[in-house]
């Protein structure tokens, strides 16, 4: 198989993000085929004993299985990697595949991690649930708290864990204060940036040492697989992490990737768009409802610190309707905009949190995260601004607001 230039660091480096995103991490077979090649193997087979011998033992170049490489996963992982400016990068099975592999290769027994209050229901769970069951220590913050990141740091604390913006209150942490404070105590960020993505927000610019994704979202970008990814430095993706991936085997299939990797072809101009009329339509609500969140608003309380760390705010935002009843009758009156709990996706999409995404928690520990019974989550998809704005209206009426 002919590696094109797609996999030459010393060529990409130089390339801008639009053209990464369609010529990064290319390998050309000998077809010489436009679109890449979906390698839908497991194993694969050698000319002589001496050759699978030598790739086991790591001293020749060459795939051996594919829960340890597969030519369609390592183009998307490649894709990934220049995207966001990082070494390297290993795809997952899903974000939550993602977020577990990059807390647990990491931690042991005794270990401290902080996190952010703030979370996707599953992440919140690893912290609540997960991690204490093999004696790491926890402690949760409020994230927009500058000040107790530093107050909750002690002297096992090993890892940092966020999102921003998060997952469904659109709290937003400060990059640069909180990566500079964890790389003064050696503590590892772990940036949760499923929310943005490369396209929108790289945290390795401010200093994190781990993004990790659910590419389930944006960067699929069309509703179709579960993925997810980890990046960080050679050292980390290759000595920490790969240990325990290709133990305990989280590992993204073929097809899966291909789909992701002809996903982030259109990332750049969908994240773009998405979010411009996310905020248009931030914006028509603003008036109507008492409480919009969206990091793009400039009633948003960290509106200056995401636009320092993002080049646009993101698809999604959520608002408050101040209860149960009136969220349900909001999202049945809908008729465009589906009632949906996935995000990203190029369809406009409005979910009610406390039922679904965030349902596996107490009311209090959602009432202390911001996830009130009221709160809708809405993803902006790819259609007419004009229709949107018409069926939100048509729904406001509908449900008497
Ligand atoms: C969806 C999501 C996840 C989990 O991703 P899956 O691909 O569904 O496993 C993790 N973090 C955030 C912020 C998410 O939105």
């Known amino acids: 198989m002919k590696k094109t230039t797609g996999m030459n660091r010393a060529i990409t480096r130089t390339w801008r993000p639009a053209t990464r995103a369609v010529r990064g991490g290319v390998w050309r077979s000998e077809h010489g085929e436009t679109s890449e090649a979906l390698f839908l193997t497991s194993g694969y087979s050698y000319d002589d004993a001496a050759t699978v011998a030598a790739r086991f033992a790591g001293e020749a170049e060459g795939m051996t299985y594919s829960r340890l490489q597969n030519p369609t996963v390592a183009m998307l992982e490649e894709r990934i990697a220049l995207m966001e400016g990082a070494e390297a990068c290993r795809a997952q099975a899903s974000g939550m595949a993602a977020m577990t592999a ?18 996707f229901g599953s992440c919140r769970w690893l912290v609540d649930h997960l991690c204490p069951r093999f004696g ?10 500058d000040a107790a990141w530093e107050a909750a740091i002690r002297p096992n604390t090993k890892v940092f864990f966020f999102e921003t913006p998060a997952n469904p209150t659109l709290d937003v942490v ?22 943005a993505t490369a396209v929108l927000q790289r945290p390795l610019e401010f200093g994190a040492d781990v993004v990790a994704y659910s590419a389930t979202k944006l960067m699929d970008g069309q509703g179709r697989v579960l993925a997810g990814a980890v990046c960080g430095t050679r050292e980390f993706i290759d000595e920490v992490l790969l ?21 982030l072809e259109t990332l750049l101009l969908r994240a773009h768009r998405q979010s411009e009329t996310a905020l248009e339509l931030g914006r028509f609500v603003e008036g109507r409802l008492p409480r919009v969140l969206h990091p793009g608003l400039e009633s948003h309380p960290r509106h200056a610190i995401a636009a320092k760390q993002m080049d646009a705010f993101g698809p999604i935002f959520a608002f408050d309707v101040e209860s149960r009843e009136k969220a349900f009758a909001l999202l049945d009156a809908l008729e ?3 009632i949906s709990n996935n995000i990203g996706d190029a369809r406009s999409l409005m979910c009610h949190p406390a039922s679904t995404t965030h349902a596996g928690m107490t009311e ?19 259609e007419d601004p004009e229709d949107l704005k018409e069926d939100l209206d048509r729904a406001f009426s509908a449900a008497g607001f």
Do not use: Y
Not at 102 to 119: E, F, I
Not at 174 to 195: M, Q, R, S, Y
Not at 370 to 376: A, D, K, P, R, T
């Open 102 to 119: 990059a807390l647990l290769c990491q931690l042991s027994h005794g270990d401290h991690v902080v996190a952010a209050r703030a979370a």
């Open 136 to 145: 790491i220590e926890t402690t949760v913050i409020d994230s927009a708290d």
């Open 174 to 195: 400060d990059l640069e204060l909180v990566c500079g404070l964890a790389k003064a105590h050696g503590i590892t960020t772990v940036v949760d940036n499923a929310f």
């Open 243 to 263: 240990p325990f991936q290709r133990n305990t085997g989280p590992n993204l299939s073929p097809f899966n990737a291909w789909v992701v990797h002809k996903g």
């Open 336 to 338: 465009l905009i589906d």
């Open 364 to 382: 209090e520990a959602r009432a202390e995260m911001g996830v009130g019974e009221g709160l809708l989550r809405f993803n902006v998809g790819l």
